[in-house]
């Protein structure tokens, strides 16, 4: 397998016509920790007791980053920065505060490379409202995929916004997102599956837009799986690093041309079906007409939903 070059030895000549996904922190910026920044934010908010606040959450914030998931200690900053207050505060300190310490940490060797790009896109697990002034007017990026923050009425409740698994809430909140002119990310298999088969899509994505980029993803391991059947889903991280060389292959389709969509006068089913085929074309898997809910229930006797304990099968008494 050959080795992937470090980015001191990639070339930054004739990238014009290529697109460049990075991430920010420990890629873009040398730092790998994002929690000074949010000391900035927090202190510009609420002042040193905000601040304290933040500082009493940050044991908690480091143990879920190193030991569970880095989006799981991002949560918790995100709460203990942006609760309470206002949104056009966040705005404000990640356009006149943050951008001048963003600048002194910039990588100079991604810089020099991910400048050379003609499209810019950058995937964090930081707030989208924090991160994105600074990366859109002082970088040029022309895609900011991150954390997405709840708000009520003007203000931040410190929670990130999520799909609940209700049809029309869900529907409601991706409108409201598509509605922003802002890109959206969905995964309408629901799951994940170790075998070379596609679960059935859901056809919500294609209820809601007819702006349909399909992308194929791939995971290879060697030794374990990324995924536990009937243990905590928490360890699923654990068990994927675990691998030797543990590796994600990301694959963009074509957009769907407009006759392939709602707009032209497909039912929303046919154009997740058509969807479906094209990734597992893509991926060389088999298509099946199995659901989300029917691989739980087969595994776990649920329905997938975190909390919710195993159906026990009903005794039959004789009368």
């Given at each position: ?10 070339d930054?000549k004739?990238?014009?016509d290529?697109?460049?996904?990075a991430d ?10 994002s ?9 510009d908010?609420?002042g040193?007791?905000r601040l304290l606040?933040l ?5 908690l914030?480091?143990f ?18 942006f609760?309470?207050?206002k949104?056009?505060?966040?705005k404000?300190?990640?356009s ?5 310490f ?10 020099r ?5 003609g499209?810019?896109?950058v995937v964090?697990a930081n707030?989208r409202?924090?991160v994105?002034?600074?990366l859109?007017?002082y ?5 900011v995929l ?7 009425r ?7 916004a999520r ?7 869900d529907?409601?909140l991706?409108?409201t ?8 990310v969905?995964?309408p298999e ?8 596609l679960l ?5 994505f294609?209820e809601?837009t007819?702006e349909i980029?399909?992308v ?8 374990f799986h990324?995924t536990t059947?009937?243990?905590?889903k928490w360890l699923?991280p ?7 060389v543990?590796r994600?292959e ?6 769907l041309?407009r006759?392939?969509t709602c707009?032209?006068?497909k ?11 094209k ?14 809910k029917?691989k ?13 304990t195993?159906a026990?099968p009903?005794?039959?008494?004789a009368?």
């Amino acid at each position: 397998m050959a080795k992937i070059p470090t980015i001191t030895q990639c070339d930054h000549k004739g990238r014009e016509d290529q697109t460049v996904v990075a991430d920010l922190d420990g890629t873009l910026l040398i730092g790998r920790s994002s929690f000074g920044y949010f000391a900035l934010v927090a202190f510009d908010l609420g002042g040193i007791l905000r601040l304290l606040f933040l500082l009493l959450l940050s044991p908690l914030a480091g143990f879920l980053y190193h030991f569970v998931s880095e989006a799981a200690g991002i949560r918790v900053l995100i709460f203990a920065a942006f609760a309470g207050a206002k949104l056009s505060g966040i705005k404000s300190a990640a356009s006149a505060v943050l951008p001048k310490f963003y600048s002194e940490d910039l990588h100079p060797d991604t810089w020099r490379v991910f400048s050379s790009c003609g499209k810019r896109c950058v995937v964090t697990a930081n707030p989208r409202i924090m991160v994105e002034p600074f990366l859109k007017n002082y970088l040029g990026v022309d895609v900011v995929l991150g954390t997405e923050v709840s708000s009520w009425r003007g203000y931040a409740t410190g929670l990130t916004a999520r799909l609940r698994r209700d049809r029309a809430q869900d529907a409601r909140l991706i409108e409201t997102i598509l509605q922003e002119g802002r890109y959206l990310v969905m995964c309408p298999e629901g799951t994940t599956c170790r075998e070379p088969y596609l679960l059935r899509f859901s056809s919500l994505f294609a209820e809601l837009t007819d702006e349909i980029v399909p992308v194929a993803i791939r995971v290879r391991t060697s030794l374990f799986h990324g995924t536990t059947a009937r243990g905590y889903k928490w360890l699923d991280p654990f068990f994927f690093f675990m691998n030797p060389v543990p590796r994600y292959e990301v694959t963009f389709l074509e957009k769907l041309p407009r006759e392939e969509t709602c707009v032209a006068g497909k039912s929303s089913y046919e154009v997740a079906n058509n969807v479906q085929h094209k990734i597992a074309k893509t991926l060389n898997y088999k298509c099946t007409k199995l659901t989300r809910k029917d691989k739980y229930r087969a595994l776990a006797g649920t329905d997938g939903i975190v909390g919710q304990t195993p159906a026990k099968p009903t005794a039959k008494v004789a009368g």
